[in-house]
């Protein structure tokens, strides 16, 4: 059943590159981002962007019964590419056939959405402003 959780911007954790980080809890207590931290940074790894120049945001999500890492990056002009990790018993997992993102992300992605059409896709592209405009606290 659905029951709001708690959203926050991971200021104070900060990702060298400039990828907006969000952590979302069940039940209300803290994000450890250290638990997602190594999942993350290779998430990145694996693909061949520029995180550097490019809009991007991650959810740390702890959910109920299991932790999703939610990585997004906008390309191709307007759209949003998405990768999700679900942690199994200790291991990350990568599989679209049996993980996505979730209707708790979607709060995100709708800010997210919000701030690249302003930022980025308003004729006068400004990543630093893209990168500052955070979602505020839920």
Not at 38 to 56: D, G, L, S, V
Not at 80 to 100: G, I, K, T
């Amino acid at each position: 059943m659905y029951a709001p959780r708690k959203i926050s911007a991971l200021v104070g954790l900060g990702d060298a590159e400039g990828v907006k980080l969000y952590g979302i809890s069940a039940s209300g207590a803290p994000i450890d981002a250290a638990a997602f931290w190594p999942q993350f940074q290779a998430m990145k790894a694996a693909r061949n962007i520029a995180w550097t120049h490019t809009p991007a945001f991650a959810i740390f999500h702890q959910g109920e019964e299991l932790a999703y890492l939610v990585l997004c990056w906008w390309g191709n002009g307007n759209e949003l590419f998405v990768r999700v990790a679900v942690q199994e018993n200790a291991v990350w997992v990568v599989d679209s056939d049996r993980y996505s993102f979730c209707l708790w992300d979607l709060e995100v992605m709708w800010h997210e959405r919000q701030s690249y059409i302003r930022w980025l896709y308003s004729g006068r592209p400004d990543l630093p402003a893209y990168r500052r405009d955070l979602m505020p606290p839920s």
